[in-house]
């Protein structure tokens, strides 16, 4: 069955057409029965379906269907690897095919502008480059079985404190290069079926209701064609929503929003045109939704379960290695941590899955290590046994060759919800950690949180330090398979770990108050902001070791095309070499820096990015493609993408902070300044060749040169020339500047001070 939305178009009453912009249910579109218009389900599920067929709950797990619970996005990010998220993707959309569900609410691509959102452990990374093509990779994986997605939470989501009311009071190039791109990038590369708007305001308005985020940026310039749908219970005052660009309202507020629809119309305050483009909307994803209504499959759970084991394998990011990984065969080990036991694998809130099956590390170790032996060590939260605890694990410990040490975050700690206040592990098992390093100092630790903490306790006690996120139902198995060395560890960090909260860029402005939260650090956020200040840090984004090492070499920069045509671009050609023993993969990243510009830059940022895998001893010459973007920034005066004539450097390397590779290119670009008119500044007239000459010339007609003093311009330059000639004895009067202001206009042409859009 399809349907003929240009005929239903014409058959729906006004009152349906209405109760269509809204849900029926929690999880469900409206339906039309006599026309014979279906419902469809949606759920949540960024790394797991959370599928609740009927009404369900939003919170719990008791109506939810059981299926893989993959790796989150703080975690399988570390993979950089999108090619992973869309085999994933495609898992996640065979899962939805077998309950009949239509759209799959995720992925979320919000930035961690500070390490305290409660909700990171949902999000791909600060850096907005990795999460648009981690982003395409999974939506390209969902929608290519035909089930749609839901890429969230626009925009400017960062906090989880009073998130439904806070103002995000953003300037418009920080919104531009750093909080809107990676929807940019899932939205021209892949269409997906839905964008769901977030909670929260933007610069006063709150996001359902901004028609300059809804349609302006999203339909006019991204070129959005599917449907806006609000975060649940996002939607404050549905009539200004529906005029702003928001299409459906979930969940329903039956009773109150379609009778408010209804009324607006019959009111003229809503042209019947705009109701009909937002019924078209929702009708357009229907009709794409429908198909998986009759299909009757199932999917394999032992293979997804699998794949969730080789997605943590390569995720998990090893952070240090003094010679104690892999594990050497016949050694004795000691697992100590609850965590082994009682792992815990996910985050918690809206994306909490109800798994297939859990795996645990001991069973693990046990299962492929042999000699394992086993102590808690501490309690989920501290708790009363806690001394008890620690003396057991220290004698286990000291009878072990070799301690695995399992720590985190309780998941009390990091939740959809509320932020944290703090970036430290629990001190009961900080306190278990350096017990157990006191008799045995052949420790690995690994840690199992969501979002970045604090390891100045922990580093110094551990020989080995493995970062596995929060890995899913398979987190276990893919832990173990690094431990021993069956997988060779890839895994890079998709976000700066620091020495200190107060060190994070956004530490003076998060979380806000009042109701009002400003991004006072701009564009500085993540590695920007501590690449700036020249921030020591723990571990840089981009960071990561193997069990093998890796050489780049042979680098070639090549560019073509031209800034003056909108298609400027670079490939960037290096060749990399495993100089170690085992088969292992790299991942070659690619950062550009402005040397010179006239408006504050960011040191470097990540364009571009590729995962290479080779057997030891092998090379392989890999390409990155850079565009026009790559150089560009956000001009506020022009009001777009602009790139400014002068060097850039390329720089490759395995992290932000080790590029031992690097390439000077220089661009030519139209020029950038704005026009020269009365109320330019001296500096402004005298830095532009034409504007000198013709202030050079006025001033040989027989004036004192006081305006060509270098040493006065230092003093002067800053002022309008309006003003210096209102001013006796400074060379121009009014009558001298109004002449060469005509004079530069008319040998000028227009377009030398106009920069093309270069939107990707």
Known sequence: MTLDIDHLLTELTLEEKA?????SGFWYTAPVERLGIPRIMVSDGPHGLRAQPGEGDHVGLGGSLPATCFPTASAIASAWNPELLHRVGRALAQEARACNLSVILGPGVNMKRSPLCGRNFEYFSEDPFLAGELAVGIVDGIQSRGVGTSVKHYAANNQETDRLRVDAQIDERTLREIYLPAFERVVTASQPWTIMCSYNKVNGRSASENPWLLQTVL???????????????AVYHRVPALLAGLDLEMPPALGRSPEEVVAAVQAGEVPTEVLDARVRTVLELVAKGMPVLDV?????ADAHHALAREAAAESIVLLKNDGLLPLAAGTSVAVVGEFARTPR????????????RVDTLLDELRAGHGDVTFAAGYGIGE????????????????????????????????????D??????PANQRAALAAVAAVNPDVVV??????????????????????????????????????????????????????RLEDNSSYLNFPGDSQVVRYGEGLFIGYRGYDKTRTDVAFPFGFGLSYTSFALSDLTVATAGSVEAGDLSATVTVTVTNTGDRDGAEVVQVYVQDEESTVSRPLRELKGFTKVVLAAGASETVSV??????????????????????????GVGPSSRDLPLSETVTIDAPRLASPLTRDSTLEEWMGDPVGRRLVEGEIAGGQAAVVLDEELLTVIGNMPMSTLASFGGMSLDHDALDRITEQWQQEVPTTSHQIRSTKA
């Open 296 to 300: 009757d499959e199932s999917f394999d």
């Open 19 to 23: 109760s269509l912009t809204s849900g």
């Open 383 to 418: 708790t009363a046994d806690d001394d008890a605890l620690r003396a057991e694990a220290e004698q286990v410990a000291a009878a072990a060759d070799t301690v695995v040490m399992v720590i985190g975050l309780p998941g009390a700690d990091e939740s959809e919800g509320f």
């Open 446 to 499: 690994v840690l199992v949180n969501g979002s970045t903490v604090v390891l100045g306790d922990v580093v110094p006690h551990a020989r080995a330090l493995v970062e596995a996120w929060l890995g899913g139902q398979a987190a276990a198995g893919g832990i173990a398979d690094v431990l021993t060395g069956a997988v060779n560890p890839s895994g890079r960090l998709a976000e700066t770990i620091p020495h």
């Open 345 to 356: 694998y996910q985050g918690a809130g809206s994306s909490q899955v109800n798994p297939t």
């Open 625 to 650: 493609a850079l565009d026009q973007r790559s150089f560009s920034f956000w001009s506020s005066r022009l009001g777009r993408w602009a790139v400014e004539a002068g060097t850039f450097v390329i």
């Open 219 to 233: 339909r006019d310039e991204f070129g959005f064609e599917g449907l806006v749908v609000s975060d649940w219970g």
């Open 420 to 425: 944290r206040t703090h970036l430290d592990l």
